[in-house]
Structures are given as C-alpha cells and as structure tokens.
C-alpha cells in the first residue's frame, strides 16, 4: 500500500497535534508534592484528640457488594516523602502506614495521635450509604442510616476522581454490645482533593 505524500502530511500533522494536546494536559497538571496533601483535621474519641496534617483518599471495589466502592480517607500526623508518591498514585498507602506504625516503637502517645481513617460505602452513582470512623484502637459506624449520611454530608461532591467533603460533626457509638461504655467521636475536616483508584 502506498501514500501519497499530501497524506503522510496530514498524518504528520495530526500526531504532532495528538501530542501538543498530550503536553499541554500534563502541563497543566501539578506534580505530586508532599505539600499535594496537606490539610487540617481535628478528630476525637472522648477525651483522645487527634490534629492531623496530610490526607491521602483512595478508592476500591467493596468487595461482596457489586456496584458499591469504599472511598477510604487516611490521614496522618506527618506528609509523605518523595518516596511515598509512586505508591499513592497506585492508591497505595502501605508505605506511609509502615512509618505510622513504627511510632509505636517511641514509647510515647505519638501512635494514638497519628493516624485516622474515614470510609465512605458508595454506590455506582457515588451516592454514600455509610461513614465509618477509625483511629487507633476504636472504630465506630458514624453514619449508618440515610438521616445520619445527610446530616455527615455538609458538603459533598464526587465524581471518581476528585472528592469534595466538608463535615462537622459528633456520634454517639454504643458500645452495649461490647459491654463498655458509649464512646463519642468527634470530627472537623474540610477536604477538596483527588481521590486515587487502588490496583
């Protein structure tokens, strides 16, 4: 098969176009810093309070649940390094729960204090069904009927790739079942930040 030359120009033409295009997004699309992922959120549990400095959102297909994904929001006491960044755009954040948890090595309340964890059960429509809470040692379902997610929502958006969410608010847990003491979680976040799919 032969082209005639006015064709292979055109096609010439066209690549070069495809890839100006190509630069031009990429251009326009910040590099991961550490800095990428700085926020100010204030969590507690009773008496425990947590001021957190860095959030990282993932999310995966909620296994035993088709159509419905967990949105997972970790936040921690410290920013992650260059070495970090490789793995969070896999929605990968083993490496900065590894430095978390060696906190535990410092005998002091530093791991208590570092970490805390947001769930958001999402449907295909990213509409949220239930929140959960966690930080060290105590979890809790914060939002667990359509009343409680409305009132958790005070601002939400998602659309799979980016999440907005500001919510303020307190939960009563009960605890009954575990014959202990009710334990109210308390929580202050105002996020606008993309959201990472794991693999």
Same mark, same amino acid.
């Given at each position: 098969?032969?082209y005639?030359?006015?064709?292979?120009?055109?096609?010439?033409?066209?690549?070069?176009?495809?890839?100006?295009?190509?630069?031009?997004?990429?251009?326009?699309?910040?590099?991961?810093?550490? =800095?990428?992922?700085?926020?100010? /959120?204030?969590? +507690? $549990?009773?008496?425990?309070?947590?001021?957190?400095?860095?959030?990282?959102?993932?999310?995966?297909?909620?296994?035993?649940?088709?159509?419905?994904?967990?949105?997972?929001?970790?936040?921690?006491?410290?920013?992650?390094?260059?070495?970090?960044?490789?793995g969070?755009?896999?929605?990968?954040?083993?490496?900065?729960?590894?430095?978390?948890?060696?906190?535990?090595?410092k005998?002091?309340?530093?791991?208590?204090?570092?970490?805390?964890?947001?769930?958001?059960?999402?449907?295909? =429509?990213?509409?949220v069904?239930? /929140?959960?809470? +966690? $930080?060290?040692?105590?979890?809790?379902?914060?939002?667990?009927?359509?009343?409680?997610?409305?009132?958790?929502?005070?601002?939400?958006?998602?659309?799979?790739?980016?999440?907005?969410?500001?919510?303020?608010?307190?939960?009563?847990?009960?605890?009954?079942?575990?014959?202990?003491?009710?334990?109210?979680?308390?929580?202050?976040?105002?996020?606008?930040?993309?959201?990472?799919?794991?693999?």
């Amino acid at each position: 098969m032969s082209y005639s030359g006015s064709m292979i120009q055109r096609i010439a033409v066209g690549v070069f176009i495809l890839l100006f295009a190509t630069a031009l997004v990429f251009a326009n699309s910040p590099p991961l810093t550490p =800095d990428s992922f700085a926020t100010s /959120a204030q969590f +507690a $549990v009773d008496d425990s309070h947590l001021s957190l400095s860095s959030v990282i959102a993932t999310i995966e297909p909620r296994l035993g649940a088709p159509g419905y994904s967990w949105v997972r929001i970790h936040f921690y006491s410290f920013p992650p390094a260059a070495g970090d960044m490789a793995g969070i755009a896999r929605g990968d954040v083993n490496s900065m729960d590894k430095k978390w948890e060696k906190l535990a090595d410092k005998h002091d309340n530093s791991y208590n204090v570092s970490n805390a964890i947001i769930q958001l059960s999402i449907d295909k =429509d990213y509409k949220v069904w239930q /929140a959960d809470m +966690a $930080v060290p040692g105590r979890g809790c379902t914060i939002a667990p009927f359509e009343k409680d997610v409305k009132s958790f929502l005070q601002d939400y958006r998602f659309d799979g790739k980016n999440l907005r969410l500001k919510s303020k608010g307190l939960y009563v847990c009960g605890m009954k079942s575990l014959k202990i003491p009710d334990q109210t979680f308390t929580w202050d976040i105002d996020l606008n930040i993309p959201v990472y799919e794991k693999k």
